[in-house]
């Protein structure tokens, strides 16, 4: 998604410089919610304020909303198909798998080793095991992270 | 009040998903099928499947899903049904629209300060939690069946998922291509 964004805002309608998008991409990217809105955003705000976000907001968001509907209201008439539902009953664990996958690259990513694996093995297992919101465990996470950024790594080094 | 509660969740949904799409997956299954109970694993799963094999982000289009599904599993017809998914769609929107603004026009200066920086850090690993307690909770008798209700069922989605995840993530094979591969051994073995 990134190079088809770059291509369209940077590259052929000029609207932001190159280095100010890898800025906008950072934090896009580390703020919550979805990627592609939230630098849809950005872009909008930037050229025509409240009215810009409001416009690539919905632009971006409507292509997908108006593609799922139709999937949605046309599968919902096809569910209990035998032929349908046995194709899903191939399909569900490939999607278990398809989310297993990018856990383990995403903690390549996080830099997660022995030190501080217990954090990822903690957290899901609350969620997991005690069904603890991923809410609390998201603002712990944050908490904690500004508190040991703060006050505990500046006295490592 | 279903179109209530459904805005409230995805609006939550929206301001703590943090970690991209995946991320964004353990929140919405966490408060639609465990919390609310609007949907049941397998749906949830379908949901997921048709997400990923649709262009777009896959946290728009499962809002977009389960929004009407929730709605359509509450006994509404088709139009309230798409006014749910409208409903979860614009309540994901909210808050980042809210936040992009504010950083836009306030914070955009201090994004990348030491406090802020940190949070984010602090944020990463946890997002890792999220997405293992996902997949943990995805393998479930819904999606593979258990030994003893149906032996040849849970052996054959076991074998899918090891060949999916193999496929995928050492092979490198293109997941949609993968879900399609899913789909016909479902349909030859699983009908």
Request: hydrophobic fraction near 55%.
């Amino acid at each position: 998604m990134i190079p088809l964004i770059e291509e369209e805002v940077v590259n052929r309608h000029k609207w932001v410089a190159k280095e100010e998008m890898l800025d906008l991409i950072a934090i896009a990217q580390s703020c919550p919610g979805v990627f592609a809105i939230n630098i849809a955003i950005f872009i909008g705000y930037k050229l025509r304020k409240v009215r810009g976000a409001l416009a690539t907001s919905f632009g971006t968001a409507l292509p997908s909303f108006l593609i799922i509907l139709a999937i949605a209201i046309f599968f919902s008439a096809f569910k209990d198909n035998p032929v349908i539902a046995a194709m899903f009953r191939g399909i569900r664990p490939a999607v278990v798998a398809l989310i297993a996958v990018p856990t383990f690259r995403m903690a390549q990513r996080a830099k997660i080793g022995w030190t501080n694996c217990w954090i990822p093995l903690v957290s899901a297992l609350l969620i997991w095991l005690l069904g603890v919101s991923p809410i609390y465990i998201i603002l712990v996470a944050g908490l904690a992270g500004y508190l040991y950024g703060m006050y505990i790594k500046p006295t490592e080094s | 009040m279903i179109f209530l509660d459904l805005f409230f969740t995805f609006f939550k949904i929206g301001l703590f998903g943090f970690g991209g799409g995946y991320g964004m997956l353990s929140l919405i299954q966490h408060e639609t099928v465990e919390r609310a109970h609007w949907l049941s694993t397998a749906e949830f799963t379908d949901i997921v499947a048709i997400s990923q094999m649709t262009p777009g982000p896959i946290g728009i289009n499962s809002a977009t899903y389960c929004g009407y599904t929730a709605v359509h599993n509450a006994e509404y017809g088709t139009l309230m049904s798409v006014l749910g998914s409208a409903t979860a769609t614009f309540a994901l929107v909210l808050p980042s629209l809210i936040l992009m603004i504010l950083i836009s026009k306030l914070f955009i200066r201090y994004m990348k300060t030491q406090p802020v920086q940190s949070v984010f850090a602090g944020l990463r690993p946890a997002v890792v939690g999220l997405l293992a307690a996902a997949t943990l909770l995805l393998c479930n008798a819904e999606n593979f069946s258990t030994p003893t209700v149906n032996p040849w069922q849970f052996f054959i989605s076991t074998a899918l998922f090891i060949a999916t995840a193999f496929g995928t993530g050492y092979l490198r094979i293109n997941p949609i291509r993968m879900i399609c591969y899913a789909a016909f051994a479902g349909l030859v073995l699983l009908y």
